[in-house]
């Protein structure tokens, strides 16, 4: 028996969602809160909703110390506007307080003003709410009273919860897992593959039909071939004061000229990762995989097995599901903020995914495609977040191209290993991301407070 205590109830359509960068805990999350707190605005009687006459949103932790650059003053008011960041045209978080007047009013019965930067408040940096990214949206009456009030945590990859939240009700899914080992157990137990057992618990916890998840990872492998297309050919400056230039169509260009295949296919991959982590700087549209930061990973391992590796839509998908059984035991068993753990749960977990993605779709058993995992969540353990002057641009674009480098690398190890003497367990590198995610200085949490943040002038 495959015993589990706690199975995890994540849908693949949750860890992987499109939706526009720089951040899925400071942008695409920021914009869930707004969007929800909208709903529960529309939900309020029209008698109590107008004595609402301002709107506040109050900026804590990282999402306080690195807001700005990441554009979460922006993301929430958009979100507050009604748009949701599956739905939102690319860039128009980036633009909200240049639109007009009349296009920022929350078109509700509450008297508010348009929606401008006035409504953002980028308040403590040290709290005591339980999660770092934490912000509390606000409708005041005339004496500054809440009318209606809720602390949201954006606890990574865009997911959020809020004060008082519990999980929602869903199927039970019918291979339950909370380990890489339980999972091994249950292949072996059943005699099924991975990629048949994530999707027969997605169908029964999403209700989706066979077809329907199907389709549901086409569209994620065709935003993210989108976001590597276009990076690919845009060149000039990334919005922000560091002024950045994008690199990803030079790469792509020198690696198409290169007649040596090895060089042609490691600067393709760089061009690949580069392309979207260049793409998501900008505000584009991308997938969390499992955060924005570290969007180009997966993307470009997607990419060059399509396109370089020759492999079909069935080991794409199988892989891709595959990828999101990493990124959940690492949501579940340590974190994918990088304010939460550092850049190990972020372009860490992200390298140990597409390992995981390229050794199934190559057809390795389960203990080779988690070892695979493993061997590159284990090389990106203790990496800090410092993202200079708070913008997702040094280090995080070469970190993904580091990333999807490395989970290539990871993948060739574990399949010339025995994989009854390799040493250390996907389970066991998770939980020291956990550990040394909760030692680690909140300097080197996505404050911009410590490492390159400190060293490099903006
Ligand atoms: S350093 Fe890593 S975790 Fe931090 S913002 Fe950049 S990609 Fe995300």
């Excluded at 589990?4 to 994540?10: A, F, G, H, K, W």
């Excluded at 969602?17 to 029209?46: C, Y």
């Excluded at 401008?116 to 308040?123: K, Q, T």
Aim: hydrophobic residues 45%; charged residues 20%; contains cysteine.
């Amino acid at each position: 028996m495959c015993a589990v205590e706690r199975p995890i109830l994540t849908s693949i359509f949750e860890l992987f969602k499109p939706g526009p960068g720089p951040s899925s805990s400071h942008t695409i999350g920021p914009m869930s809160a707004g969007l929800d707190f909208r709903a529960l605005l529309e939900s309020l009687p029209e008698a109590e909703l107008g004595r609402g006459v301002r709107l506040t949103v109050r900026l804590l932790g990282s999402l306080s110390a690195t807001g700005k650059g990441h554009g979460t003053d922006r993301a929430v008011l958009t979100g507050l506007l009604g748009y949701a960041p599956a739905s939102c045209p690319a860039h128009l978080p980036a633009g909200v307080f240049s639109m007009p007047e009349r296009d920022r009013l929350l078109r509700l019965s509450a008297p508010v003003p348009p929606l401008g930067p006035e409504n953002v408040i980028f308040d403590r940096v040290e709290h005591t709410h339980p999660f770092s990214n934490t912000l509390i949206c606000s409708l005041l009456d005339a004496q500054d009273a809440p009318v209606l009030e809720r602390v949201y945590y954006s606890v990574g990859g865009g997911f959020i919860q809020w004060e008082g939240w519990s999980a929602p009700e869903r199927g039970k899914p019918p291979y339950p897992f909370d380990s890489a080992e339980t999972l091994c157990c249950l292949a072996e137990e059943k005699g099924l593959s991975l990629p048949s057992i994530l999707m027969a618990n997605e169908m029964a916890l999403s209700g989706k039909s066979r077809v329907e998840v199907m389709e549901g990872l086409d569209m994620l492998i065709e935003v993210m071939r989108r976001a590597v297309d276009r990076g690919s050919r845009a060149e000039g400056l990334l919005p922000g004061e560091l002024k950045v230039y994008r690199k990803a169509a030079r790469l792509a260009g020198r690696a198409d000229r290169m007649d040596d295949p090895l060089n042609r296919f490691l600067g393709l991959l760089n061009a690949y990762a580069f392309a979207v982590a260049e793409e998501n700087a900008a505000g584009g549209i991308i997938v969390t995989a499992p955060t924005c930061g570290s969007a180009g990973v997966m993307a470009a391992m997607l990419t060059i097995m399509e396109g370089y590796l020759g492999f079909g839509p069935e080991a794409v998908r199988g892989g891709l599901m595959v990828a999101a059984a990493v990124g959940f035991l690492a949501k579940r068993h340590a974190g994918i903020a990088g304010a939460e753990v550092g850049c190990q749960g972020e372009v860490g977990v992200a390298s140990a995914m597409a390992a995981a993605m390229l050794a199934q779709a190559r057809g390795y058993a389960p203990a080779v495609v988690f070892n695979a995992a493993e061997i590159a969540l284990e090389h990106h353990l203790g990496l800090t977040c410092d993202p200079v002057g708070g913008y997702v641009q040094i280090p995080c674009i070469e970190r993904n191209a580091m990333g999807a480098l490395k989970a290539y690398n990871a993948c060739l190890v574990a399949a010339a290993e025995e994989t009854d003497k390799h040493r250390v367990s996907l389970d066991q590198a998770i939980r020291a991301m956990g550990e040394t995610g909760q030692d680690m200085n909140a300097k080197y949490k996505e404050t911009s407070q410590g490492g390159l943040a400190a060293s490099v002038d903006c």
